[in-house]
């Protein structure tokens, strides 16, 4: 049951993608073979035209357009000709989208986090039977329904949840021994260099925990995660958000982690330590320094070489992991950085792209594990979740499947009108991930789960 | 010459006075007797009337009220009827003020810093003919005063100031043993809790030096003061922007820096590593807290009593004298903390003020120390100007000396026309800080200094 203006049964329905980057191919892929089962009319819009024509050329149904979400008449044009809206945009421009589908009565799927922008639409969307689906891609998304899944059918069983962590992370496939990293980047680069910047709020065994932005590198965890192996997590900003939304109000533990390789933060710790990763600041004169001038300028002068100098201030040792990897991303030579003006995160992520930058024949890879602590009849028990998911070639992603099959499905079944809820919301509602998550089962998505009684409970 | 509307030859100079707190001590009292010499009037304005009547009281001719700086109508009209206006109130206030004197044709001085709404007066304060007199106080103030004397000395010598530190820090007298910081409040206890927030800016040897708040008391270094002994500095936010105000602007070295008593920085890094100077996070719970368990949200869960954990965190040793200053403050004990829903700033700001109170017959100090380097006819000179006030009791302090006397002698100056300076100014110009150094050197106020000829240039 739609609201839109220019409904009608017998018209074609017609959803609009918005954006056609990395993240869209998998995305436009199903959809565009659903158009074509059912009938509906798909257009495919991003700021360049070519990356929408490569993506749509093998599907002769859907149209390709340049769309430019700063031109208001084109935008409100465009929406308002659609009945399902997704924007792939980046997150700053979804606000932009969401006012034009309130004002042309259209559903608006995302895989972004709720803003506060997008938050207040919510009485507009209820009142004008709207769905603005946000947070259902993988991070957030999957792990909104997966954790969801396992959470209500605890409580269905009679089962109180007591503790949840959950981790994800977007990681290259072992495949290589050139990078004493182990890690290149498979998704947004920027997110990757400012992660971490904010004060990390979990709850721990009843205890609030807050990890100040710059320990949270240095008080990553260990995790093993099933069929695995072992990776580092570090905490994400606020785990306590969500114990509302997840109906987890009494919950002891709830932690949310980012995944790295093992290695990976005491490493990037450094460069926290050092003040590279500061996205703040600008510097001067950053177009006519090398990287090591750069890195100079980080600490005091001294006669030392700059390798003893760094290994010395921050108390490892000159031949360190940490150290190895330091100077395996060219941060310690000659090169000039050729960005003027730039804050210390700018430089560090523009040498991170060439040196995390996955080649054609590299693959990624994507890994989700939840842990559940729960009480039922008396006894503890301990139910572990894992998701891996393996990418095709640096251009058929796992990242690009995990993020954007979940925002197809999700639009897919709300076309077909299988999707009830309205307002602003979040996957964590059974009508909207029990079949988002059969679906995904059904194209190759799929969590592996195992549990193990652990102690009788002290009386 | 004034340009003010209400001014004529024969009508009594008025200067208004806002503010009556620990600060305006000695500057109401260096005007009130001013004012009786030269027959001016004389009003002193503050948020309740007591501490007005109270500084005021020995003084019949000087008219104490209340003043409260959010209401207009009061405002305008007490500031219409001055000639001179001094701004003592918090910094945030001084806007508000400004733009009345600029209204109303009134000159203004102030202690604080200039911000960029004050500057925005410049052109307007240019065109009334007003003058504008921002940072002449301590630091900023005599600082800069001092340290123009000499730069411009150094100049008309001939000679060129190739290296720049300046130094200063409001510190207790030492006459007890009973706290291991060696230190206690003499002024803004805010301030002294979330100093070294941003980064620190400087350039040593011709290098930019950046430093990441994080690292700023890590980072601090001992500095020798003539006559004093041995004290810790840290860096102050931006030592580069005065380089053009200074006229040094080919400086290979310039460091502004914080003193501290021996050992207080790397104390302080401690609760700085802990997460306990946030300013920005609201912590919950805090109200039914106590200290002990605040500072233990702040570390993971452990089986280790809490004084070893964070000795084990931190890499010191659990007898340290970061830990035991640590101890000595409170923060590992049972009190309950009280404020509700409070950062770790303010939190620890509570209890430091608990702490770090100076008793009634404690004495504060201010110590001042510039150290130059400048070629002189082919010779590098180091010259090294310092200066040291004793307060007299804990209501005659040495900071409000420092503070208030320079604002109270160059408001006298500004009434007796002896300033021709216009625009919104801080006291780098010879018509001010000539008389102003002059009088505060008779008031008590006084430099050493001392040269040292060091090396010959290699040609």
């Not at 565009?32 to 599907?59: C, H, N, S």
């Not at 993020?403 to 009508?431: C, T």
């Not at 998505?445 to 193990?452: A, L, M, N, P, R």
Request: charged share 25%; with cysteine; net charge negative.
């Amino acid at each position: 049951m739609f609201s839109s203006s220019n409904e009608s049964s017998s018209a074609p329905k017609k959803v609009l993608v918005l954006g056609a980057g990395r993240s869209s191919i998998y995305l436009i892929d199903y959809l565009a073979k659903k158009a074509l089962e059912f009938g509906w009319q798909m257009i495919v819009g991003d700021m360049a035209l070519e990356p929408a024509r490569k993506k749509t050329e093998i599907y002769p149904h859907v149209q390709a357009i340049l769309f430019d979400v700063f031109d208001q008449k084109q935008r409100e044009k465009q929406i308002s000709q659609a009945d399902v809206v997704i924007s792939m945009l980046p997150t700053v421009y979804h606000i932009h989208v969401a006012r034009a589908c309130m004002r042309f009565n259209k559903h608006l799927l995302t895989a972004s986090y709720v803003s506060s922008e997008i938050r207040e639409l919510n009485i507009e969307a209820t009142h004008k039977n709207l769905l603005v689906l946000m947070e259902i891609g993988l991070d957030p998304g999957i792990d909104h329904m997966s954790a969801m899944r396992v959470i209500n059918r605890i409580k269905g069983e009679g089962g109180k949840v007591i503790s949840y962590k959950s981790y994800c992370g977007g990681l290259m496939d072992r495949q290589s021994d050139d990078n004493p990293w182990n890690y290149k980047f498979t998704w947004n680069p920027r997110n990757v260099v400012v992660a971490g910047q904010g004060m990390v709020k979990y709850i721990e065994s009843g205890q609030y925990k807050y990890i100040p932005a710059h320990q949270v590198f240095a008080r990553a965890e260990q995790i093993d995660v099933h069929n695995f192996g072992k990776l580092e997590a570090y905490g994400n900003r606020d785990s306590l958000s969500y114990r509302e939304a997840y109906g987890l109000n009494d919950v002891k533990t709830m932690l949310r982690g980012t995944l790295r390789p093992l290695g990976f933060c005491p490493s990037w710790q450094v460069l926290v330590r050092l003040g590279l990763t500061d996205s703040v600041h600008r510097i001067e004169n950053t177009g006519s320094m090398t990287y090591r001038d750069w890195v100079k300028t980080f600490l005091s002068e001294s006669d030392l070489p700059l390798e003893a100098q760094i290994a010395s201030y921050l108390g490892i040792d000159e031949n360190s992991e940490e150290m190895q990897r330091l100077k395996w991303l060219g941060i310690l030579g000659e090169e000039q950085i050729g960005l003027p003006n730039a804050t210390p995160a700018e430089i560090l992520q523009h040498v991170l792209e060439k040196r995390w930058k996955l080649s054609p024949e590299e693959k990624d890879i994507i890994v989700m594990q939840h842990e559940f602590e729960y009480e039922l009849n008396g006894e503890i028990k301990q139910l572990v979740t894992s998701l891996i998911v393996r990418g095709e070639d640096n251009f058929h992603t796992a990242m690009a499947k995990t993020v954007g099959l979940p925002v197809a499905v999700a639009a897919r079944l709300l076309l077909e009108g299988k999707i009830q809820e309205r307002g602003v919301q979040i996957p964590v509602h059974p009508d909207i991930y029990d079949p988002v998550l059969d679906e995904l089962e059904a194209l190759g998505i799929v969590f592996e789960e195992y549990e193990v009684v652990r102690q009788p409970v002290q009386a």
